[in-house]
């Protein structure tokens, strides 16, 4: 992979016996794209341009693009979470703000202020838990360090401080607070958990197959019995096959994506209904999230009909509306409705994620391209186009 990608492109390109035109009218990359890619004048693309064309050479993404991060969080996002940065990073001790005379927490203690911050987590309620995260972060070191019963606590908080991280696309610093947290997982399904937000995060650092090796690996390690199963099992299986089944499909291989939302759907079957065990938002699983991912997998496979249509069959009103699940899915179905211009129903589906998630929403970088592509195909924008575009950021 140590060629540029211009190179690798254009070696395929005629090994495949195609010229530069074919290539563009079998992959939907214009011709003038393809042309800088291989004359070196763009030595990059985005990564669904690289999924066309490694689908039109019939090779995986990766022979194309060894990683392909989406856009970091910018300074200003980074400044806004300083204090949670800066809680990670500390050593076990009382908060500076303190002078010492912090009473010492007590697992209790701990224990139902993590109960408390859970909701803010999972409704996406950035601005309060910037305030709310940093002294519970303390908290959970200081506990960890003197009360075994506190270390499952910390690796939770971890667990869920990386996914924020991951969502709000600071990446460095989710590495190091899931490494930490699979480093204090107690047990095999807490560690599970942790691998799957490890897997989404690599692959939104575009590291296609890191991703799909970490969740083959720890699938293969915790596949239970399904006679047996219990349902924090079928969770912790399943979410893995359904990364593993992401990252193959954005790597150019729908069998094997095909292959484990098959399994996956075993394991919700298994269960028979939408469950979060251990009342952990991020391991709820069952028949309705893996339809939810089947459509994503349509969305990135370039399939925008068949994503309306499987869209259709799914109960979303009956979800709440968190990044977990019907946010993501949504965007995916206002991607589908833009690519077959239906622009109204498009913005339709983005009020519905600004009125459910209006903190979540600015922090997508999907978001910003769709809305970005109706702007430029709309000769007047509506008021709700324009506040739309407001909302996400998108550059004037």
Request: proline share 6%; glycine share 6%.
């Amino acid at each position: 992979m140590s060629a540029p990608l211009g190179e690798r492109l254009r070696e395929i390109r005629k090994r495949r016996g195609l010229s530069q035109r074919e290539l563009s009218e079998q992959s939907g990359v214009s011709l003038s794209l393809v042309r800088k890619l291989e004359q070196g004048e763009r030595n990059d693309t985005r990564l669904e341009t690289a999924r066309q064309l490694a689908k039109a050479l019939k090779v995986p993404t990766t022979r194309l693009v060894a990683e392909h991060a989406e856009e970091a969080a910018d300074s200003g996002t980074a400044d806004r979470w300083e204090a949670v940065h800066a809680a990670l990073a500390a050593s076990p001790g009382p908060s500076p703000e303190s002078g010492g005379l912090d009473e010492p927490p007590t697992y209790g203690g701990v224990r139902e202020a993590l109960e408390a911050v859970v909701p803010l987590f999972s409704h996406d309620r950035f601005d309060e838990l910037t305030t709310a995260l940093p002294p519970l972060l303390r908290d959970a070191e200081v506990l960890a360090e003197t009360d075994p019963r506190g270390r499952p606590l910390r690796a939770r908080l971890l667990e869920l401080t990386g996914w924020l991280m991951t969502q709000t696309r600071q990446f460095d610093v989710a590495e190091l607070a899931l490494e930490r947290a699979l480093d204090d997982a107690t047990d095999r399904v807490q560690s599970a958990s942790t691998v799957s937000v490890q897997c989404w995060l690599l692959l939104r650092r575009g590291r296609l197959a890191e991703a799909r090796e970490l969740a083959v690996r720890w699938a293969d390690e915790v596949e239970p019995r399904m006679s047996r199963a219990t349902p924090a099992e079928l969770s912790a299986w399943g979410w893995l096959l359904l990364r593993m089944s992401a990252a193959a499909i954005r790597d150019n291989r729908p069998g094997e994506a095909e292959d484990a939302l098959r399994l996956a759907h075993s394991a919700a079957v298994a269960l028979g209904r939408e469950c979060t065990p251990e009342k952990d938002f991020l391991r709820t699983f069952g028949p309705v999230t893996v339809a939810l991912k089947r459509t994503e997998n349509a969305m990135v496979a370039g399939a925008p009909d068949k994503v309306l249509t499987l869209a259709s069959r799914i109960p979303t009103d009956s979800l709440k509306p968190t990044s977990n699940n019907r946010n993501r899915h949504l965007l995916d179905v206002a991607d589908a409705q833009t690519q077959l211009r239906r622009y109204a129903e498009a913005v339709d589906t983005f009020k519905k994620i600004r009125d459910g998630s209006p903190q979540w929403l600015p922090n997508q970088r999907y978001a910003r391209d769709i809305l970005g592509r109706i702007v430029s195909r709309r000769r007047t924008l509506t008021p709700d186009m324009r506040e739309l575009a407001g909302l996400v950021r998108l550059p004037v």
